[in-house]
Nanobody, 119 residues
């Protein structure tokens, strides 16, 4: 199983980036997928998630700025990030998790993609 993130980079405050997470080696459609981030010296935190049926959830600090979406035919989840702020600087990770009957059965992470927002 592989999750490969891409799309990170350096952007100025107010700019946009689109992150991609491409999965292979798993039945992607049954997995919920989340984007997490970890800034230097801070704990990893959930940014946004999308369930198998397309329901989405966002952290308060990215609501109305970020959008998560998925295409099961392409085994891909995207994170569209607009109006970026310096505090969005972090390594962004993709996580795919399969849960059944309240139990996590499979849990995979990507290697991360770095986002740097400059003022």
């Amino acid at each position: 199983v592989q999750l490969v993130e891409s799309g990170g980079g350096l952007v100025q405050t107010g700019g946009s980036l689109r992150l991609s997470c491409v999965a292979s080696g798993l039945t992607f459609s049954i997995y919920g997928v989340g984007w997490y981030r970890q800034a230097p010296g801070k704990q990893r935190e959930l940014v946004a998630s999308i369930s198998q049926d397309g329901s989405t959830n966002y952290a308060n600090f990215v609501k109305d700025r970020f959008t998560i979406s998925r295409d099961n035919a392409e085994n891909t989840v995207w994170l569209q990030m607009n109006s970026l702020k310096t505090e969005d600087t972090a390594v962004y990770y993709c996580r795919a998790r399969y849960q059944a009957h309240g139990t996590t059965r499979s849990d995979y992470w990507g290697q991360g993609t770095r986002v740097t927002v400059s003022s």
